[in-house]
């Protein structure tokens, strides 16, 4: 059965088999003019498969491009889709995530945030103590009993110096 002139050839199946070489002869013309049918549509079918006009381009294996760039390509869209060096630079480069990943930043480490601030809690009562002994410390402390009967002693301190004891008994 031929195809009228208006009728377009079916496409072949989303992976076409390889195309053998033929070379068809007058007889073949005359005598079986469907197998020339055949190989016509599975040769329209793999041009039009790797123009992209029956659908995207799928090639099976793969894509090899000798060395040269691929340029012009969008910004992804879905996780399979290739992207440009520049687009990795300014979405995953170490200066794009580092204020994310900053103490304070949207995407901080929750226990590195926590360590932090801990650290500068410590940070800031160590400097409190630190002046505090620096001028001296003053008050008193008392001093337990040592019997029942006995009494309560003291310890005075006046800048860090002791200026006053009274011994517990």
């Known amino acids: ?29 005359a ?3 469907g197998s020339v049918n055949v190989t016509l549509n599975q040769l329209i079918g793999a041009i039009q498969s790797l123009q992209g006009s ?13 060395g040269s760039t691929i340029t012009g390509l969008a910004a992804p869209t879905s996780p399979s ?13 170490a200066s794009s995530l580092g204020p994310q990943l900053d103490i304070g930043g949207k995407n901080a480490l929750k226990g590195l945030t926590g360590l932090q601030m801990t650290s500068n809690s410590q940070a800031s009562t160590l400097a409190t103590i ?10 008193t402390v008392t001093l337990v009993k040592l019997t029942v009967g006995g009494t309560n002693g003291s310890l005075t301190f006046t800048a860090g110096l002791v200026t ?6």
Not at 54 to 66: F, Q, R
Not at 82 to 92: F, K, L, P, R, V
């Open 130 to 139: 630190t002046a505090t002994l620096a001028t001296g410390v003053s008050g």
């Open 164 to 169: 006053s004891f009274t011994a517990p008994t």
């Open 31 to 33: 005598e079986n003019p």
């Open 81 to 93: 889709d290739a992207i440009s060096a520049g687009h990795a630079a300014n979405q995953y480069s």
């Open 1 to 29: 059965m031929a195809n009228s002139p208006t009728s377009r050839p079916t496409p072949p199946a989303a992976t076409p088999l390889p195309i053998q070489r033929v070379q068809f002869t007058a007889k073949d013309f």
């Open 54 to 66: 029956s659908g995207p381009s799928v090639l099976p294996s793969g894509i090899d491009v000798a």
